[in-house]
C-alpha cells in the first residue's frame, strides 16, 4: 500500500481529512449493521438534539506504525468501555464494545495510506462519536442516533523535544460534585473554552482546575490528568469522582507500579501540597505526557525543581517505557496492543 505523500513532520494538529469514515444509525431501539462511507459530511435536521441540548459523546485514540511495520492502535477496549459509561450518562443507547473496536479497525484499515510510518513522530488520531439525530425541542433524550469514527493524520506533538509548560490554577471549575466530569462529553469542552482562551491570553498554556466544592484538591486540566512525582521517587495522581479517567493515566500508574517498581498513591491531592512535589505532568492520548515546569496561583509561582528545560528524571522513565510500549520495543501487557490486520 502507498503511503499519501503527506509531510508528516509538519501537519500539526488539525483536521485533514482522509478517505473513510464509519457510520452506524439508531432508530426504533436497535443499532443498523453500519459501514463505511467515503461522505465526510452529515446532514442533520436543524432540531437534532445535539443542536438543541449537546447530547453528544466522544473518544480518541490513535494509530501507528510500529518499527516492525505493523499498524496498532492502544487499548481501543477502554474507550469503547469509557464510551459506554460516557453515553449512559447522557441517556444515550450503547455501542456494543466489540462493535466499537471494530469500526475503530476497518476505519484504520481503510485508511491505512494515512498511517504515518514509523519514525516520523506522527500518528493517526481517532475520533469515535455519537450523537442524538432526530428533532428534539421539549427537554427529552432523542430516539435517535449516529455513531461514528473519523481518522485524520496528525503531526508529532512535540517537535523539539517535551519543553516543561507553564500553567495557571484557574478560577473557573471544570466540572460540578455530581455532574458530568467524569465521561467524555463535548458539553464539557464547550464551557472549559472561555477559561482557557482567558489562560492563552495571559500566557499560559494549560488551566489546573480545582475542585469546585473547596477549591482545595487538584482535579485536572481541560483535557489531560496530572501526575506528581515526590522527592523520595512515589507516582502520586489525583483521585475524584469528577475527573475524567484518561486511560494514559491508567496506564502509567500500571507502568509505573509493574515495571519501574514505583510505589503509587492514587489519592485525594490537595494544591497545598503540590509545591512539594519534584516532578508534575498532565497525561492523555495527544501528548502521552506533558511536563509542567511551573504554575502559577493568582501571581505566586510553584517552580518544580525539574526546571524548564526538559522533563523531569521520573516522568521521562515513565514516558520512555510507556512509548516503548507504544511503539514495540517494550513488551507490552496482555492486551494492550491492538494490531490492525
Ligand atoms: C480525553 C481526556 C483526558 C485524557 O484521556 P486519555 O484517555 O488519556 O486520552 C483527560 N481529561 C479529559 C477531560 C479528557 O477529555
Not at 465526510?40 to 438534539?49: D, H, K
Not at 480545582?210 to 496530572?226: I, M, S
Request: glycine share 8%; proline share 6%; with cysteine.
Amino acid at each position: 500500500m502507498e503511503k499519501k505523500n503527506l509531510d508528516w513532520a509538519n501537519i500539526g494538529f488539525g483536521y485533514h481529512q482522509t478517505d473513510w469514515r464509519y457510520v452506524s444509525n439508531y432508530k426504533d431501539g436497535a443499532w443498523d449493521e453500519g459501514g463505511l462511507t467515503q461522505d465526510a459530511n452529515i446532514v442533520l435536521n436543524e432540531c437534532a438534539g445535539v443542536l438543541q441540548y449537546a447530547q453528544t459523546v466522544f473518544e480518541g485514540l490513535k494509530a501507528y506504525t510500529t518499527e516492525d511495520g505493523r499498524i496498532v492502535t492502544f487499548r481501543p477496549d477502554l474507550n469503547a468501555e469509557r464510551m459506554e459509561a460516557s453515553a449512559k450518562r447522557l441517556e444515550m443507547p450503547v455501542f456494543p464494545k466489540d462493535r466499537f473496536v471494530e469500526a475503530v479497525a476497518q476505519v484504520v484499515k481503510a485508511n491505512a495510506a494515512y498511517v504515518p510510518p514509523y519514525g516520523s513522530g506522527a500518528t493517526l488520531y481517532i475520533r469515535p462519536y455519537m450523537f442524538g439525530s432526530n428533532p428534539v425541542i421539549g427537554v427529552k433524550p432523542a430516539t435517535e442516533y449516529q455513531f461514528r469514527v473519523f481518522a485524520t493524520p496528525v503531526g508529532p506533538y512535540f517537535k523539539e523535544g517535551a519543553k516543561p509548560i507553564v500553567i495557571k490554577v484557574s478560577d473557573f471549575d471544570r466540572a460540578a460534585p455530581h455532574g458530568t466530569g467524569h465521561i467524555k462529553a463535548g458539553l464539557n469542552y464547550a464551557m472549559s473554552l472561555h477559561a482557557i482562551v482567558t489562560a492563552h491570553a495571559e500566557g499560559f498554556e494549560e488551566n489546573m482546575y480545582l475542585d469546585p466544592a473547596t477549591r482545595t484538591k487538584v482535579e485536572e486540566t481541560g483535557g489531560a490528568n496530572f501526575i506528581f512525582i515526590t522527592k523520595d521517587n512515589k507516582l502520586v495522581t489525583p483521585k475524584s469522582d469528577s475527573i475524567l479517567p484518561s486511560i494514559t493515566r491508567r496506564s502509567i500508574v500500571y507502568v509505573a507500579k509493574e515495571y519501574l517498581g514505583m510505589e503509587v498513591e492514587e489519592r485525594e491531592v490537595y494544591f497545598d501540597e503540590v509545591k512539594d512535589f519534584a516532578e508534575c505532568g498532565l497525561c492523555g492520548t495527544a501528548a502521552v505526557i506533558s511536563p509542567v515546569g511551573k504554575i502559577n496561583d493568582h501571581g505566586k509561582e510553584i517552580c518544580f525543581p525539574s526546571g524548564m528545560e526538559a522533563m523531569g528524571p521520573i516522568t521521562q522513565k515513565l514516558y520512555d517505557t510507556l512509548t516503548g510500549i507504544q511503539m514495540g520495543h517494550i513488551k507490552a501487557p496482555e492486551g494492550w496492543i491492538k494490531v490492525i490486520e
